[in-house]
């Protein structure tokens, strides 16, 4: 059974940082692309980053410059790295995984999630 579980979100001060995981298990593999989303109250979920097996990144427009995600296949560990928080960045943010081959941060492709970690910045 594939389990995705995400750690590392909290309360933090505008302008601080964050480092997401989201651990994979349940024989989900390494050639997957891998994702994170994110969906504050009152709004759809949000593609944020997407990684494909080969480490190639796609970000969201919202996000560039400050997001940066990566992965680590040797302990099937997804990770993203958040820099100059901002408090419209408050939501809970979920890892995904989904197709071989084609990546990119839409949900409508992801197989699996998580269940979420929430993120919340305060001004």
């Known amino acids: 059974q594939v389990q995705l579980v995400e750690s590392g979100g909290g309360s933090v001060q505008a302008g601080g940082s964050l480092r997401l995981s989201c651990a994979a298990s349940?024989?989900?593999?390494?050639?997957?692309?891998m994702a994170w989303f994110r969906q504050a109250p009152g709004k759809e979920r949000e593609g944020v980053a997407s990684?494909?097996?080969?480490?190639?990144?796609n970000y969201g427009d919202s996000v560039k410059g400050r997001f940066t995600i990566s992965r680590d296949n040797t302990k099937n560990t997804l990770y993203l790295q958040i820099y100059s928080l901002k408090p419209e960045d408050t939501a809970m943010y979920y890892c995904?995984?989904?197709?071989?081959?084609?990546?990119?941060?839409?949900?409508?492709?992801?197989?699996?999630w998580g269940q979420g970690t929430q993120v919340t910045v305060s001004s």
């Open positions: 349940g024989g989900i593999g390494s050639t997957r692309c």
């Open positions: 995904a995984a989904g197709p071989v081959g084609f990546c990119t941060p839409r949900p409508n492709l992801m197989a699996y």
């Open positions: 990684i494909d097996s080969d480490g190639y990144p």
